[in-house]
């Protein structure tokens, strides 16, 4: 009997969740090849993508139309030397993460839950065009979290990564620039 209730706790475990609640415990940063993505769609207002790795590789691209001007944005303060533009037009920028900011994230995503907030397939509205979307994958394994911007606040979950990213992106523009080689 006791090996069975066992198993079946075991069995609970959730395949991303198990993990970082681990990392959390053990105060360090996410597990070898997780990688959390953030999107945000604004719908003609433009859009985001944050990729992080479990190395602390940060990669932004932001999508704006052109006759939206630019706000005072974390990526917008950016030294110019870590901005670049792609083949469509947006603007990428790249930044390095230090572990204490991983750790902090994986803070934030385990009191979120971050991977039992599964996609609701939210209905595609004309009125309802802004959507943040927060996809984890670990091991093979994937989790996703979707929400209507305007609702962002209100729930408190996504918005609470999102604004994790944005200082950890203000850190990495703070930070001296290395020294030329």
Not at 125 to 130: D, L, Q, R, V, Y
Request: aromatic share 4%.
């Amino acid at each position: 009997m006791r090996t069975l209730l066992v198993t079946l706790l075991l069995g609970c475990v959730h395949p991303i969740g198990g993990p970082l609640e681990d990392a959390r415990e053990a105060r360090v940063p996410p597990p070898e090849g997780f990688v959390l993505t953030y999107e945000e769609q604004e719908g003609p207002f433009g859009a985001r993508r944050i990729v992080l790795d479990s190395e602390g590789a940060l990669a932004l691209t932001r999508w704006r139309p052109g006759f939206v001007p630019a706000l005072d944005t974390p990526e917008t303060i950016l030294r110019n030397d870590e901005v670049t533009q792609d083949d469509e037009g947006a603007v990428v920028t790249e930044a390095q993460v230090r572990a204490e900011d991983m750790v902090r994230l994986v803070d934030v995503l385990v009191s979120i839950e971050g991977w039992k907030h599964r996609g609701s397939g939210l209905p595609n509205t004309p009125i309802e065009t802004g959507r943040a979307r927060l996809t984890l994958r670990l091991g093979g394994e994937s989790s996703e979290a979707t929400e209507y911007v305007r609702d962002l606040d209100s729930n408190d979950r996504l918005v609470r990564v999102r604004q994790l990213l944005d200082e950890v992106l203000l850190a990495a523009s703070s930070a001296p620039a290395p020294a030329p080689e």
